[in-house]
């Protein structure tokens, strides 16, 4: 793993919540208000990491709470790649182009591709799925086009619908609304009696959602809002999330739960652990991963294929 001394400690088994908790408070007590989001350990990241409102970000130990280095090029390179597969860098507009062009590959470039497909393969289905490594330049080609279209259409598909939720969640979450049996309660305040806000919450916390990332007031909001998930580790099934919100009168309020959620959005909370793969645990991740680089193949072969075309029909 790139930048392991960072991002991964020895041991980490054996670290309690109460531990990392309290190693969160001590690194509270000690930045303050220079702070802008702490995530403690989640998924493959086992250290706690703090941004700081001028931008800096560092790692710190979960037990010690000893510094481990800032972030590095690599870390950069990565956020940068992610920021460009969300929006590709363009503000506001970028992820419309994301989104709408996910859509297009949906239901256009996809579904028009398995419909060529059986229109050709519906009465000999077994040589649809069938590649043969020894043929001419010309079948290679189609036959890669039309075995790797056709194998990993399923999650490409799925990739591809789950990944435009993210630009038009509101549409989505319109058409499952549909499916909800009852109109959703709004959870009431919950007053806590002391005034030092953050650090007491975290102290006498007992859940059993694991805090996942605290994010501190800005000059638009002054109130810390902390995000918690039932399992801070990678494993299959239901995302199960939860989010607070600490005022900085120390009122407590809970904005959203999985446990009294609608319907609709807890099917809504699914659709980012169905994109990654990480709802069917390592073995969906790494799915996901070769799932992702089959489109460059089908851009690929489809190109060669249509010049091919091309070229025939220009010397006819």
Not at 264 to 274: E, K
């Given at each position: 793993?790139?930048?392991?001394?960072?991002?991964?400690?020895?041991?980490?088994?054996?670290?309690?919540?109460?531990?990392?908790?309290?190693?969160?408070?001590?690194l509270?007590?000690?930045?303050?208000?220079?702070?802008?989001?702490?995530?403690?350990?989640?998924?493959?990241?086992?250290?706690?990491?703090?941004?700081?409102?001028?931008?800096?970000?560092?790692?710190?130990?979960?037990?010690?709470?000893?510094?481990?280095?800032?972030?590095?090029?690599?870390?950069?390179?990565?956020?940068?790649?992610?920021?460009?597969?969300?929006?590709?860098?363009?503000?506001?507009?970028?992820?419309?182009?994301?989104?709408?062009?996910?859509?297009?590959?949906?239901?256009?470039?996809?579904?028009?591709?398995?419909?060529?497909?059986?229109t050709?393969?519906?009465?000999?289905?077994?040589?649809?799925?069938?590649?043969?490594?020894?043929?001419?330049?010309?079948?290679?080609?189609?036959?890669?086009?039309?075995?790797?279209?056709?194998?990993?259409?399923?999650?490409?598909?799925?990739?591809?619908?789950?990944?435009?939720?993210?630009?038009?969640?509101?549409?989505?979450?319109?058409?499952?609304?549909?499916?909800?049996?009852?109109?959703?309660?709004?959870?009431?305040?919950?007053?806590?009696?002391?005034?030092?806000?953050?650090?007491d919450?975290?102290?006498?916390?007992?859940?059993?959602?694991?805090?996942?990332?605290?994010?501190?007031?800005?000059?638009?909001?002054?109130?810390y809002?902390?995000?918690?998930?039932?399992?801070?580790?990678?494993?299959?099934?239901?995302r199960?999330?939860?989010?607070?919100r600490?005022t900085?009168?120390?009122q407590?309020?809970?904005?959203?739960?999985?446990?009294?959620?609608?319907?609709?959005?807890?099917?809504?909370?699914?659709?980012?652990?169905?994109?990654?793969?990480?709802?069917?645990?390592?073995?969906?991740?790494?799915?996901?991963?070769?799932?992702?680089?089959?489109?460059?193949?089908?851009?690929?072969?489809?190109?060669?294929?249509?010049?091919?075309?091309?070229?025939?029909?220009?010397?006819?």
């Amino acid at each position: 793993m790139l930048n392991s001394e960072m991002l991964v400690i020895k041991d980490e088994n054996a670290l309690g919540n109460k531990e990392i908790l309290q190693t969160t408070i001590s690194l509270i007590e000690v930045h303050k208000d220079s702070i802008s989001k702490i995530v403690l350990p989640y998924r493959e990241q086992q250290t706690i990491s703090i941004e700081f409102k001028g931008g800096r970000k560092n790692y710190y130990h979960p037990s010690s709470g000893s510094l481990l280095g800032e972030k590095s090029n690599s870390i950069v390179f990565f956020e940068t790649l992610l920021r460009l597969h969300r929006s590709l860098g363009i503000p506001d507009v970028g992820k419309y182009i994301v989104g709408v062009s996910a859509l297009v590959f949906c239901f256009m470039l996809l579904s028009s591709g398995v419909y060529i497909w059986w229109t050709i393969y519906a009465k000999k289905l077994r040589k649809g799925f069938i590649f043969k490594w020894k043929s001419k330049k010309r079948k290679f080609n189609f036959d890669m086009h039309k075995v790797a279209g056709i194998y990993f259409f399923v999650p490409l598909f799925i990739i591809a619908l789950s990944g435009a939720y993210f630009t038009n969640n509101s549409y989505y979450k319109s058409i499952l609304r549909i499916f909800d049996e009852k109109p959703q309660v709004e959870t009431p305040i919950e007053s806590i009696s002391h005034t030092s806000g953050i650090t007491d919450f975290l102290s006498t916390i007992q859940d059993e959602y694991d805090i996942w990332a605290i994010h501190f007031p800005t000059v638009d909001s002054k109130e810390y809002r902390i995000r918690f998930i039932e399992d801070s580790s990678i494993q299959s099934g239901l995302r199960k999330t939860k989010e607070v919100r600490i005022t900085n009168k120390g009122q407590v309020r809970v904005l959203s739960d999985y446990k009294s959620e609608s319907f609709s959005n807890r099917m809504a909370a699914q659709f980012y652990p169905i994109h990654i793969g990480e709802i069917a645990g390592i073995l969906g991740r790494i799915l996901v991963f070769i799932s992702g680089l089959i489109p460059l193949m089908l851009f690929i072969t489809g190109l060669k294929i249509y010049k091919a075309k091309r070229f025939k029909k220009f010397r006819s």
